[in-house]
């Protein structure tokens, strides 16, 4: 009997065993699958959080070894990597986008960092940094009021930063190193530094002295060109003050954006009437 005409009956028998053994498309059964080629689904191997009989702690998931770099994250640049000088102090300007590595503009940087820092540090510190988060509310101890001048003014960006990678007196405050990226700890640095050099100002000097005459005067823009503060401009700058910066250099020295549900349309509509009376 020649191979070929041995193998036509065994693939027809498979087909047919297959046929009757397996449900037809929709069944629902509590059976395994019935794996002809047994494939990766089946093979022995460890799941997250399961139970491991070869390590002597019996944990699955292992720690890194000290120091371990994962492929393609390794930065030189200790300015960048740690918020430190060559000599280990904390720095006090902000590392430029193109050494932390972000593509994109100033404008693009502070989003990132507003969207992270409202995932990653809002619940505790707040909507605007004043310590008064849900979880502070709670009763969770110390939690920093990051607009405080006096705080404000001894943070550097490069402690913000270090606060964000190592986290805080001994874990008071833990560390964010796992969930935020180098770029994304440096972006909401940049976005701290933006709540800090507008709110933590304006404890001093009141609103109303800084918004005097603002109302129809002319700004100055980012890109060099200017405006007129009309009614139409408060009321953007009020649920959007990145849309426009009024800046030059590293950090604006606009403000943290009121959406609808911080401020209602009524309260924009009189705060920009009481500008108006301002002049
Ligand atoms: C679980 C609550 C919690 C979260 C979430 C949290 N923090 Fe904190 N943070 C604290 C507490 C508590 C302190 C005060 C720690 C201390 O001094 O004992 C603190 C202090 C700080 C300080 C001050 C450090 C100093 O040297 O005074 C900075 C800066 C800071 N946090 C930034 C952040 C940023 C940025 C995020 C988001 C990535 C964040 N925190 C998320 C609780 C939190």
């Given at each position: 009997?020649?191979?070929?005409?041995?193998i036509?009956?065994?693939?027809?028998?498979?087909?047919?065993a297959?046929?009757?053994?397996?449900?037809?498309?929709?069944d629902v059964?509590?059976q395994?699958p019935?794996?002809?080629?047994?494939?990766?689904?089946?093979?022995e191997?460890?799941?997250?959080q399961?139970?491991?009989?070869?390590?002597?702690?019996g944990r699955t998931?292992r720690?890194?070894?000290?120091?371990?770099?994962?492929?393609?994250?390794?930065?030189?640049?200790i300015?960048?990597?740690?918020g430190?000088?060559a000599a280990?102090n904390?720095?006090?300007?902000?590392?430029?986008?193109?050494?932390?590595g972000?593509?994109?503009?100033?404008?693009?940087?502070?989003?990132?960092?507003?969207?992270?820092?409202a995932?990653?540090?809002?619940?505790?510190?707040?909507?605007v940094?004043?310590g008064?988060?849900?979880?502070a509310?709670k009763?969770y101890?110390g939690?920093?009021?990051?607009?405080?001048?006096?705080?404000?003014?001894r943070?550097?960006?490069?402690q913000i930063?270090?606060?964000i990678?190592n986290?805080?007196?001994?874990g008071n405050?833990?560390?964010?190193?796992?969930?935020?990226?180098?770029s994304?700890?440096?972006?909401?640095?940049?976005?701290?530094?933006?709540?800090?050099?507008?709110?933590?100002?304006k404890?001093?000097?009141p609103?109303?002295?800084?918004?005097?005459?603002?109302m129809?005067s002319?700004r100055?823009?980012?890109?060099?060109?200017?405006?007129v503060?009309?009614?139409?401009?408060i009321?953007?700058?009020?649920r959007?003050p990145?849309?426009?910066l009024?800046?030059?250099g590293?950090?604006?020295?606009?403000?943290?954006?009121?959406?609808?549900a911080?401020?209602?349309?009524a309260q924009v509509?009189?705060?920009?009437?009481?500008l108006?009376?301002?002049?």
């Amino acid at each position: 009997m020649s191979l070929s005409s041995l193998i036509k009956p065994l693939v027809a028998a498979g087909i047919t065993a297959a046929a009757i053994t397996s449900c037809k498309p929709g069944d629902v059964s509590r059976q395994t699958p019935i794996h002809i080629n047994p494939n990766m689904d089946s093979q022995e191997k460890y799941k997250a959080q399961s139970e491991s009989k070869f390590f002597e702690d019996g944990r699955t998931m292992r720690t890194p070894v000290a120091g371990t770099v994962a492929h393609g994250s390794f930065i030189a640049d200790i300015t960048v990597a740690e918020g430190k000088d060559a000599a280990g102090n904390f720095v006090k300007e902000m590392p430029s986008l193109a050494a932390i590595g972000f593509k994109g503009d100033m404008k693009a940087f502070l989003e990132r960092g507003q969207n992270r820092f409202a995932i990653s540090c809002v619940p505790c510190h707040g909507a605007v940094g004043a310590g008064n988060g849900i979880i502070a509310q709670k009763g969770y101890p110390g939690v920093a009021n990051l607009i405080d001048p006096v705080t404000a003014a001894r943070l550097s960006p490069g402690q913000i930063y270090s606060a964000i990678k190592n986290g805080v007196n001994n874990g008071n405050m833990r560390k964010f190193d796992a969930e935020l990226s180098v770029s994304d700890r440096w972006a909401v640095t940049a976005y701290v530094r933006l709540l800090q050099s507008t709110l933590a100002k304006k404890v001093e000097a009141p609103a109303s002295a800084s918004l005097k005459r603002v109302m129809d005067s002319k700004r100055k823009l980012a890109d060099g060109s200017g405006v007129v503060a009309d009614e139409a401009y408060i009321i953007e700058s009020i649920r959007n003050p990145m849309a426009e910066l009024a800046i030059g250099g590293m950090m604006p020295s606009g403000m943290t954006p009121f959406p609808e549900a911080a401020i209602s349309n009524a309260q924009v509509k009189d705060l920009s009437e009481s500008l108006k009376t301002l002049k």
